[in-house]
């Protein structure tokens, strides 16, 4: 019971990382499930999916294609969806929890839907039990070890990873790729990216990891290609500077590690999603692996200031605590866009 959540909505899961890092990418992408993942997805994680005609498809599985296999009737479906959208650069099965339980192969599935399309496909074996940051990361690694050539380094190229409407809102998105423009650097590889970005990913001089799913990243692509990154966000902006003698932040670790530079501040972060990437940049870092674990560090005498979503603010009961709510889409989705402008709010 220690993963109950009883205030506290669930976390943006694998699967919607995955479906955020493609979602601008010329692909079919196919949730396997029996919708509820897909309107979780389409619903609650997906801000851009609002006014869009990005078509993002169920395979509508079913009991009894849960027991006896439907793989038939998966491709089927496949083929239909290509009806709308003819010539995808490739086709993306995403898991669910319902193919973990029962064991699905999404390999060999990604095999048999090539085989019968003649169009590249990736299967994701995600599960809804990790986070969109791993999602993430396995979306791209997955699009990397596939066209990712032996670029040669390009001066003032650069990559920004991470960059997805799961830690960034539309106004701090256009701010970042303003001040990268601003520095003279040319962006490669963003939040819309290309195979031909992708093909090219290596060339770049520097990657900017401007979240911690863009981190994993990074350190993959230094691993493979050697190629320097810093974890930061150019142009980054904190409204509230008072932060308070004794401050806790509680958001994506990067701009939890940018909102304490900004405000000059000695503050504690804590993070919540992922916990397994390195770095002496990130000593001292705590993690919560669970709503008792946060509610007990927002409520802890050593804080006097709470940074954190509205959500998180909401679980402090001193009312002498200084609130500063910033909104993250990962954990609130839109409740979190009421605060996109830090004010400082009196519980």
């Not at 490739?90 to 339980?101: D, K, L, Q, Y």
């Not at 809804?128 to 596939?146: H, M």
């Not at 804590?270 to 560090?297: C, H, M, T, W």
Request: neutral net charge.
């Amino acid at each position: 019971m220690a993963k109950l959540c009883v205030y506290l909505p669930p976390f943006a899961p694998d699967y919607s990382g995955v479906c955020s890092a493609l979602f601008e990418m010329n692909a079919l992408i196919m949730i396997h499930d029996a919708s509820g993942c897909t309107g979780n997805y389409t619903g609650f994680d997906e801000p851009r999916w609002y006014g869009s005609v990005k078509q993002i498809y169920c395979s509508g599985l079913r009991k009894n294609d849960a027991i006896s296999g439907g793989e038939s009737k998966f491709i089927d479906r496949i083929r239909k969806a290509l009806t709308d959208n003819p010539e995808p650069d490739f086709i993306a099965i995403v898991g669910s929890p319902v193919p973990m339980v029962i064991g699905t192969d999404f390999v060999g599935l990604a095999q048999e839907v090539q085989s019968a399309t003649g169009v590249t496909t990736f299967g994701f074996p995600t599960n809804g039990t990790k986070y969109y940051t791993d999602g993430y990361f396995l979306a791209l690694k997955k699009l990397i070890d596939r066209y990712a050539e032996p670029y040669p380094c390009q001066p003032g190229v650069v990559n920004i990873l991470g960059a997805t409407p799961l830690d960034f809102w539309q106004d701090e998105y256009k701010r970042l790729i303003g001040a990268v423009a601003a520095d003279g650097s040319t962006v490669n590889f963003t939040l819309t990216g290309e195979i031909a970005q992708i093909r090219k990913i290596a060339g770049a001089a520097l990657n900017y990891a401007v979240s911690e799913s863009g981190l994993m990243v990074a350190r993959y692509l230094h691993e493979r290609f050697g190629t320097p990154y810093k974890a930061e966000i150019p142009g980054f902006l904190f409204d509230e500077r008072f932060v308070g003698t004794n401050a806790l932040i509680i958001a994506d670790r990067v701009k939890a590690h940018e909102i304490r530079r900004a405000t000059g501040s000695n503050a504690t972060i804590a993070v919540v999603f992922n916990n397994s990437v390195p770095g002496s940049q990130f000593a001292g870092d705590i993690y919560l692996p669970d709503e008792a674990a946060v509610i007990k560090e927002v409520n802890s005498p050593k804080y006097d200031t709470i940074i954190a979503d509205p959500l998180i603010c909401a679980l402090v009961r001193d009312a002498n605590k200084t609130l500063i709510p910033v909104g993250h889409y990962a954990v609130s989705g839109k409740q979190g866009q009421k605060t996109i402008k830090s004010e400082v709010n009196q519980k």
